[in-house]
């Protein structure tokens, strides 16, 4: 199981934008990967994911648009670019990774990975 550390979060207006880090420790070019999110009183969900090779994605339809996840295996990073940011956005987000055989693969189920960050917290006012 790997370490997974993420930075990044904080406080910004409605219409601003964060860019969320994961450092995993490691190697990641086995790994699909991905972030999620879990609101008080709510059940983590999906935010976006993306496969071992960084050529397949996908995001939450509350998102889509909005966000974008990328990955850097050299230097064992994954990366969430959140623009246009909403008060319904903020969260504990948290980033995720499994390995997997397939290059393509993505993982949309929390329950299907073993190895998740400690979290890290974004709130968006209005």
């Known amino acids: 199981q790997v370490q997974l550390v993420e930075s990044g979060g904080g406080l910004v207006q409605a219409g601003g934008s964060l860019s969320l880090s994961c450092v995993s420790s490691?190697?990641?070019?086995?790994?699909?990967m991905g972030w999620f999110r879990q609101a008080p009183g709510k059940e983590r969900e999906l935010v976006a994911a993306?496969?071992?090779?960084?050529?397949?994605?996908k995001y939450s339809d509350s998102v889509k648009g909005r966000f974008t996840i990328s990955r850097d295996t050299a230097k064992n990073m994954l990366y969430l670019q959140m623009n246009n940011l909403k008060p319904e956005d903020t969260a504990v987000y948290y980033c995720?990774?499994?390995?997997?055989?397939?290059?393509?693969?993505?993982?949309?189920?929390?329950?299907?990975?073993?190895?998740w960050g400690q979290g890290t917290q974004v709130t968006v006012s209005s």
């Open positions: 995720a990774a499994n390995v997997v055989a397939h290059i393509a693969l993505t993982i949309t189920d929390p329950g299907q990975y073993a190895s």
């Open positions: 490691g190697r990641t070019f086995t790994f699909a």
């Open positions: 993306i496969s071992r090779s960084g050529a397949t994605t």
